[in-house]
């Protein structure tokens, strides 16, 4: 879809309420292509979190503050009010943009590599697990394949999983969602 200000396409992973506007939803997960300089559409009231999938990355001017982010770097988070504008370095970029209405929801994306297997524990809330190289979830008895830029939904109650490669090493990020009532792990904020 078009992203708010024409400026450049989004692909929604998924929404809350299923279906809302743009103007309605309770969060959102999506993944852009950022090929040129250019403003983000504003979102007043909304937090947001983002995390570069594939490029080098992205300089961000957030309200007059210069943030680099980068391709295996941690996720940013800012206000949706914020003015924000941004300049891909290393060619063209893909990121990961997790958005939750402030105040009612908290929103956090983990980068997770990996090498053999690990546990990965599902919050409170909504988990996603975004691939970003070739790896396996093991969820219950069932083994699920996952390709790059693939992504699997976890929900409250589901068991925890076991994330494992192919042989080798292995990338993923991992979107949480949960209400404001609930205890989430902290990211770094801009600075």
């Known amino acids: 879809m078009p992203w708010k200000?024409?400026?450049?396409?989004?692909?929604?992973?998924?929404?809350?309420?299923?279906?809302?506007?743009?103007?309605?939803?309770?969060?959102?997960?999506?993944?852009?292509?950022?090929?040129?300089?250019g403003p983000f559409s504003p979102f007043p009231g909304i937090a947001r979190v983002l995390a570069i999938v594939s490029g080098g990355g992205l300089q961000l001017t957030l309200s007059g503050r210069d943030v680099r982010v980068e391709r295996h770097g941690q996720a940013i988070a800012f206000s949706g009010t914020e003015t924000v504008t941004s300049v891909p370095f290393d060619g063209p970029?893909?990121?990961?943009?997790?958005?939750?209405?402030?105040?009612?929801?908290?929103?956090?994306?983990?980068?997770?590599?990996?090498?053999?297997?690990?546990?990965?524990?599902?919050a409170e809330g909504v988990t996603f697990i975004v691939a970003l190289s070739s790896c396996r979830v093991i969820h219950e008895n069932t083994v699920l394949p996952l390709e790059p830029l693939d992504a699997l939904r976890l929900d409250p109650g589901d068991p925890q999983v076991r994330l494992e490669g192919d042989g080798g090493h292995y990338e993923v990020l991992v979107a949480r969602v949960s209400e404001a009532s609930l205890p989430m792990t902290d990211l770094p904020e801009a600075n």
Request: hydrophobic share 40%; no cysteine; glycine share 12%.
């Open 5 to 37: 200000n024409g400026k450049g396409e989004t692909v929604e992973i998924a929404i809350s309420p299923e279906g809302a506007a743009l103007s309605e939803f309770d969060w959102r997960l999506s993944m852009a292509s950022v090929t040129e300089p």
């Open 93 to 122: 970029v893909r990121d990961l943009n997790l958005m939750v209405r402030e105040g009612r929801y908290l929103a956090g994306i983990e980068r997770l590599p990996g090498e053999g297997s690990q546990t990965l524990a599902v």
